[in-house]
């Protein structure tokens, strides 16, 4: 978990030097950023759901601290990547709140002392699954749309120039050079 982790932050700025990065890289360094997180924290989940020695029951909260992190930054690394990264820090403020909301109601719902067989458990998880679930949403629909992200902010960014004949009445017959960068 560590390792991966490790491996993405070292990764980003090397990346972020260059701007001018194809959307297709952009759009791989948002799919592989969230999904590795995703996956090594879902076989950790699952793992950790067969240790039956454990009398308390296993641990988890590594495994979904790793699924919530690659829900919520990964998306924003393509961004970073592409030079978008206001964009992709709007979806993980956009992300985590989300996640804390339903964190925050799950546990205004169950409080300290609620475990399974409690009235409020299942309403407590149905509020947290559904934030996730909004949060991945919002993960899916930034990674779906990082390439015509960058395509816009490519095509609005590169430097325009116009010569256009003028004439003002009376007065005099001219060129206009206008240049947009």
Not at 165 to 181: A, H, K
């Amino acid at each position: 978990m560590r390792l991966t982790i490790l491996a993405l932050f070292v990764a980003t700025p090397a990346i972020a030097q260059d701007s001018r990065v194809s959307e297709q890289a952009a759009y791989r360094w948002s799919l592989w950023a969230t999904a590795i997180p995703v996956a090594a924290g879902t076989v950790l989940w699952f793992r950790q759901a067969s240790d039956a020695w454990s009398s308390i029951g296993p641990g988890r909260t590594g495994p979904a601290v790793l699924v919530a992190s690659g829900l919520t930054f990964g998306p924003s690394f393509g961004y970073s990547a592409a030079g978008l990264g206001g964009r992709g820090l709007r979806g993980v403020g956009l992300r985590a709140g989300v996640t804390l909301l339903s964190l925050g109601t799950a546990f205004a719902i169950c409080g300290w002392n609620c475990s399974k067989g409690d009235a409020a458990y299942e309403v407590a998880w149905l509020a947290f699954a559904t934030g996730s679930g909004l949060s991945a949403v919002s993960a899916i629909h930034d990674i779906a749309r990082v390439k015509h992200n960058v395509r816009s902010k490519r095509a609005g960014s590169e430097a325009r120039v116009s010569l256009t004949p003028t004439y003002i009445p009376g007065q005099q017959l001219g060129l206009r050079l206008q240049m947009t960068f």
